[in-house]
């Protein structure tokens, strides 16, 4: 195992006793700590094991005693992800706490750079990931739902909720590689659109403003109500056909 030096070690030269100044040890929290600022700066694309090595002022071998490889990272990184969303209230009616969890759940992807990509690339497999599959498998069941149905509509939430954030990070990196603040990137956008011939596109361009203008709070949860009323709505189907 690689180790870093963690004890001062004194030398005697001249009559003078010098220390090596003290060093952190090398484990996963420093290295998931080093890996979320470089993700913060130069996202998920650009890290490398070689790079966190010279992050962190160690070789690359010794990150391998604690991460195997950038699979069991991106594991380590969604776990992350995952750790900031809390479980709701189970007393709470279940369309009222998919709502807060799911709201809860967009907040945390929003904190991190490339987060869809890394939740996506990992299967989940870690505590705090599972906790939450969980959560969900038993809200949905015991609301009702079928259990076949279960994994479904748990994935179709999961999935507005990726596709939502996907788009509000897009829209937001469009706008600062642009240099350009929110507003002045959706005022070019509404101008390129009103000026598209509007007798072919007569209800694209009349809704230019609303098209462009995004509201993302209340645009999400327009989406989650909508989603969730579809839920209910299969919900008393089942019922009322039984």
């Given at each position: 195992m690689a180790r870093r030096r963690i004890h001062p070690s004194s030398t005697e030269g001249n009559g003078i006793i010098g220390t090596e100044?003290?060093?952190?040890?090398?484990?996963?929290?420093?290295?998931?700590?080093a890996v979320l600022q470089l993700l913060q700066h130069e996202g998920l694309d650009a890290i490398s094991m070689r790079k966190i090595a010279d992050v962190l002022g160690v070789k690359a071998a010794a990150l391998y005693y604690h991460v195997k490889?950038?699979?069991?990272?991106?594991?380590?990184?969604?776990?992350?992800?995952?750790?900031?969303?809390?479980?709701?209230?189970?007393?709470?009616?279940?369309?009222?706490?998919?709502?807060?969890?799911?709201?809860s759940f967009r907040a945390s992807l929003l904190r991190f750079r490339d987060a869809v990509p890394i939740m996506n690339a990992a299967h989940a497999a870690s505590p705090n990931r599972l906790d939450h599959i969980e959560y969900l498998y038993?809200?949905?069941?015991?609301?009702?739902?079928?259990?076949?149905?279960?994994?479904?509509?748990?994935a179709m939430l999961?999935?507005?909720?990726?596709?939502?954030?996907?788009?509000?990070?897009?829209?937001?990196e469009?706008?600062?590689?642009?240099?350009?603040?929110?507003?002045?990137?959706e005022n070019g956008y509404a101008k390129q659109i009103l000026a598209l011939p509007q007798e072919r596109y007569p209800h694209f361009v009349r809704l230019a403003a609303f098209t462009v203008s995004m509201n993302g709070d209340e645009e999400f949860r327009f989406g989650l109500d909508v989603l969730l009323d579809g839920f209910r709505a299969q919900l008393l189907g089942v019922h009322r056909e039984s």
């Open positions: 100044p003290l060093h952190t040890p090398l484990d996963r929290a420093r290295i998931v700590g490889d950038k699979e069991q990272l991106l594991h380590l990184l969604a776990e992350e992800i995952s750790f900031g969303i809390p479980i709701p209230d189970p007393t709470a009616a279940w369309p009222a706490q998919l709502r807060s969890w799911a709201e038993r809200t949905l069941a015991e609301a009702g739902f079928a259990d076949e149905r279960v994994p479904w509509l748990a999961k999935n507005y909720i990726y596709g939502f954030v996907e788009e509000e990070t897009r829209l937001r469009r706008a600062q590689a642009a240099r350009q603040r929110q507003d002045e990137a």
